[in-house]
C-alpha cells in the first residue's frame, strides 16, 4: 500500500509535533510514501477528517500525534459496527504513548514512518463505548470510570512529557477524592454493588502513560480485562500508586481483575469517564469488545 492520508495534530507533545512534521513529512516522501496531510485544529477534528479520508477512498489514514489523536482517527475510520473501513497506521508523538506499548507500534518516528511505507497489517480488537443516548465511541488501549477519569480530565489540559502530568493531576485529585458507589454488570451476570475508586476496561495493559493496569490484556485475544479497585481511601491511593507500575496492585485484596466481552457501570450518582486518556460523557455507560475491529499497519 503506497497511498495515505496523515492527519497532523500540531498541538500533541506541547506543541513539539509541529516542529517534528517537516522532518516527519519528508522521511515519509523519501520512503515513497504517496500521502496527502491536514492539520487539526480542534479536539474531535481528526475524527471528521479521517471519515472525509474514508470516504475520498484512501486505503490508509495514519495519525500524527499523541494517542488521543489516534483515538480519534480510530474512530473516523470505524463503522457503527466496530468494523475497519480503512487500515490506520501512526506516528506517535505525545507524551504517554501507551498505544506503542499495547499495540506493538514503533516508538521512534523514523522507524514508524518505515513501517507505514512497507510494515503489514494486522486486526486487533477494540473496545467501545455506549451510552443511553446512543452515542457510541471507540478506544484502543483502555477507558475509565470514576478517579483516573477525574485525574484524565486534568492531565489532558497539561503539557509536559511522559508520566509526570499524569502525576501531577493525581495529586491534584487527590483532595478531593472520595469513593463512589457503582453497579457493574459484565455478560450478563447479576449486578453487583460497591464503593470503588475506579473501574477501568482494558484491551492493553498499559494506560496513563507507561501504568501496567492490566497486566494480562491482550490486543488480540478478543476480550477486555475488567479492573475494579475498590474503596480506598487518600493515604492508601497513594501507597498503592507506585505498584500500578510494574502491575503490583493487583496484590491488594481491594483489587480486582477478570475477562469480560460487555460490562455496564451505572450507579446512584454519575462518574466521570474517559476513552484512551481522553475526558469522554459521564456514566451510566457500557463497555464491550469489539474483536478484530482494528486493521492495523505496523
Known amino acids: 500500500m503506497s497511498r495515505a492520508f496523515v492527519i497532523v495534530n500540531p498541538a500533541a507533545g506541547g506543541g513539539r509535533t509541529a516542529l517534528k512534521w517537516p522532518a516527519i513529512s519528508a522521511e515519509l516522501a523519501r520512503l515513497g510514501l504517496a500521502f496527502d496531510a491536514a492539520q487539526t485544529t480542534q479536539r474531535g477534528h481528526a475524527t471528521d477528517l479521517a471519515r472525509r479520508a474514508v470516504g475520498a477512498g484512501w486505503p490508509l489514514v495514519v495519525a500524527v500525534g499523541g494517542d488521543g489523536t489516534l483515538n480519534e482517527v480510530v474512530n473516523g475510520v470505524t ?41 503489514a497489517d494486522t486486526s486487533l480488537d477494540l473496545g467501545a463505548a455506549d451510552w443511553p443516548a446512543g452515542t457510541r465511541r471507540y478506544f484502543l488501549s483502555a477507558a475509565g470510570a470514576g478517579f483516573d477519569a477525574a485525574v484524565a480530565e486534568v492531565a489532558s489540559s497539561r503539557g509536559g512529557a511522559g ?35 475506579t ?25 477486555l480485562d475488567l479492573v475494579v479497585i475498590g474503596a480506598l481511601g487518600r493515604a492508601e491511593l497513594l501507597r498503592w500508586l507506585p505498584t500500578v507500575y510494574w502491575g503490583g ?20 450518582s454519575t462518574l466521570p469517564t474517559h476513552l484512551d486518556g481522553e475526558p469522554a460523557t459521564d456514566s451510566p455507560v457500557t463497555f464491550r469488545v469489539c474483536p478484530r475491529g482494528l486493521r492495523l499497519r505496523r
Open 163 to 197: 508520566t509526570f502530568p499524569y502525576v501531577l493531576a493525581v495529586l491534584g485529585r487527590l483532595v478531593a477524592h472520595r469513593p463512589l458507589p457503582v453497579t457493574i454488570q459484565s455478560d450478563g451476570a447479576p449486578e453487583s454493588s460497591a464503593s470503588v475508586t
Open 199 to 223: 473501574v477501568v476496561v482494558a484491551n492493553g495493559a498499559y494506560y496513563g502513560g507507561g501504568m501496567k493496569i492490566a497486566p494480562p490484556a491482550d490486543p488480540a485475544d478478543g476480550a
Open 249 to 268: 496492585h493487583l496484590k491488594s485484596p481491594r483489587m480486582s481483575i477478570r475477562r469480560v466481552d460487555r460490562v455496564r457501570v451505572a450507579g446512584p
Open 79 to 119: 463503522d457503527p459496527h466496530g468494523s475497519p473501513l480503512a487500515t490506520t497506521g501512526a506516528i506517535l508523538t505525545g507524551r504517554g504513548r501507551d498505544a506503542c506499548r499495547n499495540l506493538g507500534l514503533a516508538s521512534d518516528w523514523r522507524l514508524a514512518a518505515r513501517r507505514l511505507a512497507e510494515g
